[in-house]
DNA sequence: GTCTATATCGGGATAGAC
DNA sequence: GTCTATCCCGATATAGAC
């Protein structure tokens, strides 16, 4: 986690995590030990614990890889035609389709996920810069898109947006229908709806609600 | 746990969760073994796990009986005199009041809260007796209201509301503003939208919206 | 039925030698 | 950078006292 100059420091870092992906996926992430990943590796359970400061933090590290080789997928996703609710959709189905075989990996995050001061939580300081790289697609597929969004919901959107994927992505790792299909169902429909209700934000007579709802947003992120 | 047939029993089972609450809440939840609780109550570590199988079983020992005593408060809290959005913050008002001293505890249990296949998450299917009787309260503020809901609204109704106050607690729980005073201007803000939404669902040209986000809520809630 | 005392196991994580 | 040895944890098991 965190010196890998050597190249030989990267190889062996490399080499811990894939052997806990291997087990993570073959057996399970609970019943995979610290001392069976290093054993696998090669390594002892210290030098395990040296490159990766936790458990979680190995399958963090297998999010992190992820995240940046998922980028070109997400750049296909939004350059394909379509309305702004296609391309959402399209957008947010690229990451699940990506990371659908490790969908029981995924899970151990959750733990760590909810608490926003832990590290490892998808709001947490430390994982700022992955969260700002969304923010940046969602920032995109907005700007390519034909709609018109009232100047004060603008700001809010990409956030929105970012919460409405983390919703979608928190029950598709939670979800035990086959293949996932109600999370794909919650997809589309969710996609509609909010793609409605942007639609629906540009009548004139729905500014009072947009700014109650706007200032329930401030409040929950605790501006003052 | 199992065997509380004489009053001994009942007061040394008594007495280990009070002390294990009494640690969580001096110490932390997690920094707390079963042989400190059990030191502190005075009994031998066996004796603990006796009454109590796990460290688990004494958080839904507090639970159990957190819910158990806030009882009458909430009734109370529904007695009063009010708008339906009054009756709803000092609803959920209530319960925050009640639980202020755990409020670290209940943070260290977000963890497992995540995940609906947790037995402690307020999800799960072992603690739906409790989530039923907040229900019911939920039930009964909107029958003792002067609310008109549409029909088709109505069985979604109280379970939306504990939506809502599941979010609030989530909130005021990771709430680091002093005296949370942010979840309090997020609970003020949001039950009064949550009382204008449901006014304006009662319009006529507003059917179609609330079908749409009916048919979402189906579909999270995994109805075919 | 209600405990005490103790030994044991495998788990995550760490300290300090090398 | 890496390893060995160790710690503490939750949990289980057991044998026996009252």
Same mark, same amino acid.
């Given at each position: 986690?965190?010196?890998?100059?050597?190249?030989?420091?990267?190889?062996?870092?490399?080499?811990?995590?894939?052997?806990?992906?291997?087990?993570?996926?073959?057996?399970?992430?609970?019943?995979?030990?610290?001392?069976?990943? =290093?054993?696998?590796?090669?390594?002892?359970?210290? =030098?395990?614990?040296?490159?990766?400061?936790?458990?979680?933090?190995?399958?963090?590290?297998?999010?992190?890889?992820?995240?940046?080789?998922?980028?070109?997928?997400?750049?296909?996703?939004?350059?394909?035609?379509?309305?702004?609710?296609?391309?959402?959709?399209?957008?947010?189905?690229?990451?699940?389709?990506?990371?659908?075989?490790?969908?029981?990996?995924?899970?151990?995050?959750?733990?760590?996920?909810?608490?926003?001061?832990?590290?490892?939580?998808?709001?947490?300081?430390?994982?700022?810069?992955?969260?700002?790289?969304?923010?940046?697609?969602?920032?995109?597929?907005?700007?390519?898109?034909?709609?018109?969004?009232?100047?004060?919901?603008?700001?809010?959107?990409?956030?929105?947006?970012?919460?409405?994927?983390?919703?979608?992505?928190?029950?598709?790792?939670?979800?035990?229908?086959?293949?996932?299909?109600?999370?794909?169902?919650?997809?589309?429909?969710?996609?509609?709806?909010?793609?409605?209700?942007?639609?629906?934000?540009?009548?004139?007579?729905?500014?009072?609600?947009?700014?109650?709802?706007?200032?329930?947003?401030?409040?929950?992120?605790?501006?003052?």
């Amino acid at each position: 986690m965190f010196k890998r100059e050597t190249p030989k420091a990267a190889a062996t870092a490399h080499r811990i995590l894939e052997a806990a992906l291997d087990r993570f996926r073959s057996h399970s992430f609970d019943s995979t030990s610290m001392r069976d990943i =290093a054993k696998a590796a090669g390594v002892a359970t210290g =030098a395990a614990y040296y490159y990766y400061e936790s458990k979680e933090a190995l399958v963090m590290a297998f999010y992190q890889a992820a995240s940046n080789e998922m980028q070109p997928l997400i750049q296909a996703a939004l350059n394909q035609q379509g309305s702004f609710e296609d391309r959402l959709r399209r957008l947010i189905e690229a990451k699940l389709n990506y990371f659908e075989p490790n969908r029981g990996v995924l899970r151990a995050l959750l733990r760590s996920g909810i608490d926003p001061k832990h590290p490892l939580s998808p709001f947490s300081d430390e994982t700022k810069p992955i969260r700002d790289t969304d923010l940046r697609w969602f920032e995109k597929l907005i700007e390519t898109s034909d709609l018109t969004v009232p100047a004060d919901l603008r700001p809010e959107l990409p956030g929105l947006l970012w919460m409405f994927q983390m919703g979608v992505i928190y029950l598709w790792v939670t979800d035990e229908s086959p293949g996932q299909r109600r999370t794909r169902l919650v997809l589309e429909l969710g996609a509609k709806a909010v793609t409605g209700l942007l639609r629906i934000s540009n009548l004139p007579f729905t500014g009072s609600l947009r700014r109650q709802a706007l200032d329930l947003i401030q409040a929950v992120k605790g501006v003052e």
